[in-house]
C-alpha cells in the first residue's frame, strides 16, 4: 500500500476550504445526485478577467449574442440550424454521436488516422449509433473532407470508454478502461495502430484496472495509469509488453483527469475535493489539482509509494476535470479545465458557477498558483440567469459550462482547444500565460434527436480535441452530431515562429544575454562557469548546467570579466554554487577567488586534461543510463552531441579522435551497463559497439542528422555558427532548459541545405528559433533564411 506524504496545500486568491456534511450517495448513471445544497454564488469571486472575444475575420458566421452563447432566439429564426463560426471553416464531418476524446495518428506507412469515442453513456444512444457506428471508431483521414469509417473497435473498454481513451504517439497504443459516470470494473483494452492505424491490433483485455472512469498515459508507453473517480482508486498499469498488461501500483486516491509528465515522474490529477482523503466527505465539494511524486511507480520500485506535494483549490470550483503540463515560454503551467457545475448544484446550473478553465504557474511545484482563467461572456454569474429560456442551458449539470481541453503539444503548445458543452469548440492563444485571449471557435448547428440526454437539440460538445498543425486544423467531437474536422481560417493559426537573436558585443556577454532569457533574478541555484578562449574543458558543460538547471557563463582564464560577476550575483539565489570546469591552467586561482569574493560556494570540476574533465563532470551529475560519446577534438562534433547528452539526462564523455582515452575507458569500465550513443564520425569509429551512431552521413551535416534522429518535434532549436564553440555551449545551455531543442551550426552568412530541410521539416513544432551570436558571428542573411525555412 503506497504511503502518502503530508502535502502543502494551497488555496487560490485566498479562498476558503467548505466544509458540510458527508455525500451519501452519487448515482451519476442515472444522472441523479442527492446531497445537501451548497451556496448561490453572487458572483464570479476571482480577480481575474475572462478572455476576450475573438475578432473574426472574413467568412465567420459569429455569434448572435454573448461571447458562447446560443440563444433562443436564434432557434426560433433557424440561425441555430447552422454551425457558429469565427475564423474556422468546416472540413469533414462523421456520424451523429460522440464521447470524451478524440486522437489523432499517423502510422509507419504515412496513413492518417482519427479515432473517437461514441457514446456519452453506453447504451443511451444504440438507436441512433446504429447506422454510424458503435465503440470506438476508426476513421481514416486521407482525406480530411471525406473521413473514411475503417473499423469500429468493441471490446468491452472500448464500448465503454466515458473519459479514458488515451493514444500514446511514442509507441501508437490505444487504450481504454471500461467506464461510466460513475465507474465500472476496470476493463483494461490496449491496441496497437503504429503499423496499420485503419485496423488497429487487439493486444490485450483485462481486468487489471480494479475500477475506470479516466486515464492517463505516461508519455514513454509504458505505464497506463486508470482512475474511478467514484470509488477513489489509481491504478499504475504496466504496458512494456502491450499483450501482458500488469498492474504495479495502487494508489487509494480520488482523481478525476490523470496526466503525466514528460520524463514519468510527476502526476496531475484533479481531485474531486482538495484535502478531504481518498473519499470525499464534504457536502460541498472544493474540486482542484494535486501534484504527486510518482518517481518510485516511473522506477517500478517494488511496493512503490507516491508523495503528494501539493493542492490546490480556487474560489467556487466544481468538478476538476484534467490539468495539462505546458511549457510557456520556458516555463512550467497547467492548463486545468473543469466540467459541469458542483455535484451538489445541478438542479440548478445557472445560480452557480460553471465549469471553466484556467492556467497555473507550477514553477514552484510546492506551491502552484493560478495566473489566468479561460471563460467566456456565458460564465458570467451576473449575466447566466438572463439564459434560462436558451435550449439547452438548464440541463443539469451541463449548460454552457466546461468540459475538455487539450492542446497541439506540450512544449510551447501557443493555443489551447477546449470543448465548452452548448458554446461549442473554442480556441485561444496562451503564448502569455496570463493574458490568454480567444481566437477562433466552431459550434455545431442545433440536432434534435433521439438521444435521451439532448432531447432539445442544443450544441453538446464534451470531447478532447486533436490537432493537425500542418494544416491548420482541429478535430473534435460533438455528443449530439458526430466528430468535426474544423480548419482555423484568417492565418489565425499556427503562428509563425518566432526568429530572434541573443548577443553582445563579446562571447562572454553573448552568454550573459542567454543566461537573463533563460532564468530571472536569484532563480538559479547553480551557475556553470567556464574558460571562454578553448573550448577543451569548457565543452562538457552543457549537460552538466542542465542537471543542475544553471546557466553557462564565460570568463578569459585570468580574470573575471565584469558581466559574468554581475550575472553571477543577479542570477545566483541565496546559497547558490559556481561550479568551476577545468583546472587553474583554464580558470586561474585568480578567477577563483574572484568569485569567492562574491560571496557564493565555489566547486571545482577538473581532470588532468580535456578528458579527465568530462569525466569529472560525469561524476558530478551522478547516476545515468546512457553515455554519449564525442571527439574531444573536434568542437564542432560535441557542440551538437551535447543537447541531446542533457535532453536523454545522459552524462558525456570525449574520445581522442578515433580512439578511447584512459580516463573515458576508466569511466566505460566502472560503468558496464549504460548506452553508449557515439556522435561523430570519429567517435563513431573510437566506439564500434555503440548502440546508436549519429556521424553525418543521413544528410551529410553532422548537426541536422543530429537534429533530425535525436529530437522528435523540437519546440525550440538553437542556431550558432559552426567555427565558434562558446556560442554554440551557450545555445545549449539555453536550449537544455526545459524545452530541449538541438544546436544547429550555420556559416556567418550560409545556411547549409540539409540544416534548411531540417527546419522545414519540423516547421509546425518549432515555436522559436534561437541565434546566438551578433552579426558578425551569424549575418541577418542567414536569420532571414532561418524565418523562411520555418514560414
Not at 512503490?304 to 468538478?319: F, K, M, R, T, Y
Not at 495539462?324 to 515560454?329: N, R
Not at 492548463?335 to 459541469?340: G, L, M, R, S
Not at 558585443?505 to 532563480?523: L, N
Amino acid at each position: 500500500m503506497p504511503v502518502f506524504a503530508e502535502p502543502r496545500t494551497a488555496t487560490a486568491h485566498g479562498a476558503p476550504h467548505r466544509r458540510g456534511l458527508a455525500v451519501v450517495v452519487l448515482v451519476l448513471a442515472a444522472g441523479l445526485a442527492f446531497a445537501p445544497w451548497g451556496s448561490p454564488v453572487t458572483g464570479q469571486s476571482s480577480e481575474l478577467p475572462g478572455v476576450p472575444r475573438a475578432d473574426c475575420g472574413p467568412g465567420s458566421a459569429p455569434e448572435t449574442a454573448e461571447q458562447g452563447r446560443v440563444p433562443a432566439a436564434d432557434y426560433d429564426s433557424g440561425r441555430a440550424d447552422s454551425p457558429y463560426t469565427c475564423n474556422t471553416e468546416l472540413v469533414g464531418h462523421h456520424g451523429a454521436t460522440g464521447g470524451f476524446k478524440v486522437h489523432r495518428y499517423v502510422d509507419a506507412q504515412g496513413q492518417e488516422c482519427a479515432y473517437y469515442d461514441s457514446t456519452l453513456i453506453f447504451g443511451l444512444d444504440l438507436l441512433v449509433q446504429s447506422s454510424t457506428g458503435v465503440g470506438v471508431l476508426v476513421l481514416d483521414m486521407t482525406d480530411p473532407s471525406e473521413p473514411v469509417l475503417t473499423d469500429q473497435l468493441m471490446t468491452p473498454a472500448m464500448l465503454s470508454p466515458h473519459e479514458s481513451l488515451e493514444l500514446n504517439q511514442a509507441r501508437g497504443l490505444l487504450a481504454a478502461v471500461t467506464g461510466t459516470a460513475a465507474t465500472y470494473p476496470g476493463i483494461v483494452d490496449v491496441y496497437d495502430v503504429s503499423q496499420d492505424c485503419t485496423q488497429p491490433e487487439l493486444k490485450a483485455s483485462a481486468p487489471v484496472g480494479f475500477f475506470g472512469h479516466e486515464s492517463g498515459f505516461a508519455p514513454d508507453g509504458m505505464t497506463f495509469y486508470t482512475a474511478s473517480t467514484a470509488l477513489s482508486s489509481v491504478v499504475a498499469v504496466d504496458l512494456t509488453d502491450p499483450s501482458t498488461p500488469t498492474p504495479v501500483a495502487f494508489l487509494p486516491v480520488n482523481s478525476h483527469g490523470i496526466q503525466i509528465s514528460d520524463d514519468g515522474t510527476r502526476a496531475y490529477m484533479t481531485p474531486l475535493d482538495i484535502g478531504s482523503g481518498p473519499i470525499p466527505t464534504t457536502g460541498e465539494l472544493d474540486g482542484g489539482i494535486a501534484i504527486y511524486d510518482i518517481s518510485a511507480i516511473q522506477d517500478r520500485e517494488p511496493l512503490a509509494q507516491a508523495e503528494l506535494l501539493s493542492e490546490l483549490s480556487w474560489p467556487h470550483s466544481s468538478i476538476a476535470q484534467t490539468a495539462i503540463p505546458v511549457i510557456i515560454d520556458g516555463d512550467p503551467y497547467l492548463v486545468e479545465i473543469d466540467e459541469f457545475v458542483d455535484f451538489t448544484e445541478f438542479l440548478s446550473p445557472l445560480d452557480f458557477a460553471p465549469g471553466v478553465g484556467r492556467i497555473i504557474d507550477i514553477s514552484d511545484e510546492t506551491a502552484p498558483e493560478v495566473v489566468a482563467d479561460i471563460r467566456l461572456e456565458v460564465h458570467d454569474p451576473a449575466l447566466r440567469p438572463s439564459f434560462a429560456d436558451d435550449p439547452g442551458a438548464t440541463r443539469p449539470y451541463q449548460g454552457y459550462a466546461g468540459h475538455y481541453c487539450a492542446v497541439p503539444q506540450r512544449d510551447e503548445p501557443e493555443i489551447v482547444a477546449c470543448s465548452m458543452i452548448g458554446s461549442g469548440l473554442r480556441v485561444f492563444d496562451i503564448r502569455d500565460p496570463r493574458a490568454p485571449k480567444e481566437i477562433a471557435y466552431f459550434n455545431a448547428p442545433a440536432n434534435p434527436s433521439s438521444l435521451i440526454l439532448n432531447f432539445d437539440g442544443a450544441p453538446f460538445a464534451m470531447s478532447a480535441p486533436a490537432f493537425v498543425p500542418e494544416r491548420g486544423e482541429i478535430w473534435y467531437s460533438d455528443t449530439a452530431s458526430g466528430f468535426w474536422a474544423v480548419r482555423l481560417t484568417n492565418d489565425v493559426w499556427p503562428f509563425d515562429a518566432q526568429v530572434d537573436r541573443l548577443a553582445g558585443p563579446s562571447r562572454i556577454e553573448t552568454a550573459v544575454e542567454a543566461s537573463r532569457d533563460t532564468f530571472t533574478d536569484g532563480e538559479a541555484d547553480a551557475v556553470v562557469l567556464a574558460r571562454s578562449d578553448v573550448f577543451a574543458d569548457a565543452i562538457t558543460g552543457g549537460p552538466l548546467a542542465v542537471s543542475l538547471d544553471a546557466p553557462i557563463l564565460l570568463s578569459s582564464p585570468d580574470a573575471l570579466h565584469p558581466a559574468a560577476a554581475a550575472e553571477v550575483q543577479r542570477v545566483l539565489a541565496e546559497g547558490g554554487t559556481v561550479h568551476l570546469l577545468g583546472g587553474t591552467a583554464a580558470l586561474s586561482t585568480a578567477v577563483e577567488a574572484q568569485v569567492r569574493a562574491l560571496g557564493v560556494t565555489v566547486q571545482r570540476h577538473a581532470g588532468s586534461d580535456r578528458f579527465g574533465t568530462a569525466v569529472a563532470v560525469a561524476e558530478a551529475i551522478g547516476d545515468a543510463d546512457e553515455v554519449v560519446l564525442a571527439d574531444g577534438g573536434t568542437y564542432a562534433d560535441a557542440v551538437v552531441a551535447a543537447p541531446l547528452a542533457a535532453d536523454r539526462g545522459a552524462v558525456m564523455l570525449l574520445t581522442d579522435g578515433g580512439s578511447v582515452p584512459a580516463a573515458t575507458q576508466g569511466w566505460l569500465d566502472g560503468h558496464p551497463d549504460v548506452s553508449v550513443t557515439a556522435i561523430g564520425a570519429a567517435a563513431a569509429s573510437a566506439a564500434p559497439e555503440a548502440e546508436e551512431v549519429i556521424d553525418g552521413r543521413l544528410s551529410g551535416d553532422l548537426s541536422a542528422d543530429v537534429a533530425t534522429l535525436g529530437f522528435d518535434g523540437p519546440a525550440r532549436v538553437g542556431i550558432a555558427r559552426a567555427d565558434d564553440f562558446a556560442d554554440a555551449l551557450s545555445a545549449g545551455a539555453v536550449l537544455g532548459r526545459r524545452a530541449a531543442g538541438p544546436v544547429l551550426l550555420v556559416g556567418r552568412d550560409t545556411l547549409p541545405g540539409p540544416v534548411a530541410d531540417v527546419l522545414t521539416a519540423n516547421a509546425t513544432s518549432i515555436r522559436r528559433a534561437i541565434v546566438l551570436g551578433g552579426e558578425s558571428a551569424v549575418s541577418s542573411t542567414v536569420l532571414d533564411a532561418v524565418a523562411r525555412a520555418l514560414a
